[in-house]
């Protein structure tokens, strides 16, 4: 088999990442009853991976979802797609769907056998590299976020019909991405990444609607290694129409600086000077092995 563009473990075999395949009747597929979770490996190393299983295992709870492997059976797989593979910076996905009924016809979610996939892919970006260089354009959605009441954005899931509509209206005014607001009008997320915006020197993220996001952690983490003061809190859409700059975060891309939200430029048009130091500095901590996991090729 040709691993070269990826591998994946679907029951419980390896295959090429683009022949994997799971069945139409799945729950993952017809009612979005699934979970998920994506760590990077870079340079060889995934990073983060125990906070990642341990975000995974968090999601599952929360939606009873009972995968057929436990925690250290799932880091193998993750290693095994991207040995296989061979890929030194791969985005690596774990998945487990609610699967089918054991009973046929039934509609009872415990009856349904839970099934866990995997894949390794070659590294993508969520915003290209090229728009990250300019900053990317923000678009503020008119679709409001899911109510987290009804779906918990903490647990990472498929439920995006709210975040495709938004990348749909971005992308027909013209810019790169989307930022949802919540249904009283709180600054959430955007399809794909949290988002950050910085105004006096301090550093501000949603305090509600959006997945605690890994790579925010990171860059909450790296903001109190270097004195920068940054803080999660309530947002509006005045406050980034205010905001001094703006980026995103998220596994498959970093720290990915903003120059325009809803037409508004910040600062130069051009990605700000605190959000390109903490591209920097996440990137340099990455080389330097911070929460660096060996993959075993
Ligand atoms: N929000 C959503 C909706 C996401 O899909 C992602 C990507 N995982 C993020 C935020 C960023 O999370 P992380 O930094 O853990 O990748």
Known sequence: PDFSQGAAFVEGRYVPAREARVSILDWGFTRSDVTYDVVH???????????????????????????????????????????????RDAYVAMICTRGRPRVFGSRRPADCDNLFSAYAIPWIDVIPPDVQARGAHLHIASVPRIPAASIDPTMKNYHWGDLTRGLFEAHDAGADTAVLLDAEGFVTEGPGFNVFMVRNGEVLTPDRGALEGITRRSVLELCALTGVPARLA???????????EMFCTTTAG???????????????????????????????????GWHRTEVNY
Request: net charge neutral; aromatic share 6%; glycine share 8%.
């Open 41 to 87: 490996v870079r340079d060889g190393g995934f990073f983060r991976l125990d906070d990642h299983l341990d975000r995974f295992e968090r999601s599952l709870a929360g939606l009873r979802l009972v995968p057929p492997h436990a925690r250290a059976a799932i880091a193998a797989i993750l290693d095994r797609c991207v040995a296989l593979s061979d890929l």
């Open 254 to 288: 970093g720290v990915m600086p903003v120059s325009r939200v809803d037409g508004h430029i910040m600062g130069n048009d051009a990605p700000g000077p605190l959000s390109l130091r903490l591209k920097q500095l996440y990137w340099q901590k990455h080389a330097e």
């Open 234 to 244: 309530p947002l509006r859409r005045e406050d980034l129409l205010s905001a001094d």
